[in-house]
């Protein structure tokens, strides 16, 4: 005894459609760019940019750090200075004021530190 099937056949799985996924990546790329973007200003003071320069270790207590701050000409802008020790930690420390009136500074600092250092550098800009 023998069945033949009529006109039914087995079901078609589901065609999923190219424009959902093109969606999804644009959608996914644009999160990534943002995120990107973000991530890069972190921690940033927008307008405010510090520069280390050079440092040089002198000698077991001392460190010559050369620097840069670039602001707008009308803010005052307060900045550290610090000389660390292989594990960052913060050996010494100086506050120093960029002045309304200039677009920034160039200078020279001497950071006297309680033990050798193994770097220095300019950080932590605000504006007054």
């Given at each position: 005894m023998t069945t033949s099937v009529s006109g039914a056949e087995a079901p078609a799985e589901p065609k999923r459609g190219r424009?959902?996924?093109?969606?999804?990546?644009?959608?996914?790329?644009?999160a990534a760019g943002g995120f990107?973007?973000?991530?890069?200003?972190?921690?940033?003071t927008p307008g405010i940019v510090p520069?280390?320069?050079?440092?040089?270790?002198?000698?077991?207590?001392?460190?010559?750090?050369d620097y840069s701050v670039a602001k707008s000409k009308g803010d005052e802008v307060r900045c550290k200075i610090d000389?660390?020790?292989?594990?960052?930690?913060?050996?010494?420390?100086?506050?120093?004021?960029?002045p309304a009136g200039t677009s920034g500074v160039t200078r020279a600092d001497t950071?006297?530190?309680?033990?050798?250092?193994?770097?220095?550098r300019v950080k932590d800009c605000r504006k007054v």
């Open positions: 424009l959902g996924l093109v969606v999804i990546g644009v959608v996914t790329a644009v990107g973007i973000l991530a890069g200003h972190a921690g940033q520069q280390t320069i050079t440092y040089e270790v002198v000698g077991d207590t001392t460190v010559k750090i000389a660390y020790d292989e594990n960052f930690a913060v050996l010494a420390e100086k506050e120093i004021v960029v950071l006297q530190t309680p033990r050798r250092a193994t770097g220095a």
